[in-house]
């Protein structure tokens, strides 16, 4: 929710969409953690991926190894829209002053899901982020016509 984070530069039509997390399961410390989160926009399979990016980016720029991504802190990650963004920056500035802002985003029980921002229109999908604070790359899923079917965070180290 920071001043100086773009949003993704491809578009999707407006609606409400399908999250699905992909948990860890094995025997390690990492069982149970969130590996992917994937915004479902429509049924098919997926032919090609591409790497998310904001405005100004350009990932034929990247050398080996190197990632666009989103910034984790609170070990949170979250899929809203642009408008939804908005609404949250000028309501995180009224309990900034000594507030959590961030109680913005828990449902009723203090637990991350989706979370219906009191205004019609305005939803945002809070989830564990992986391991933690980082930075995670993101990536499109489009079909053969280069229709976007998803949109899924990898959480992952870099």
Known sequence: ???????????VPQGRY???LHRISSEDENNG???????????????RWELATTKGQDSRALNDGEIYG???DAGVGCFMDLETAKLL???RDEVE????????????DRTWGEKTMNQVG??????????G???????????EDDNPLCLVTEFIKI
């Open 33 to 47: 953690q969130v590996a992917h989160a994937m915004l479902r926009f429509g049924d098919g399979i997926v032919a």
């Open 70 to 72: 989103y910034a984790v």
């Open 89 to 91: 920056r000028f309501r």
């Open 18 to 20: 399908p999250v699905y």
């Open 97 to 108: 002053d000594g507030g959590d802002w961030m109680k913005l985003l828990y449902k009723d």
């Open 122 to 131: 305005y939803n945002v999908f809070c989830f564990q982020a992986g391991i």
């Open 133 to 143: 604070h980082g930075i995670y790359p993101t990536y499109w899923g489009y079909d």
């Open 1 to 11: 929710l920071g001043e100086d984070y773009e949003p993704f530069v491809q578009v």
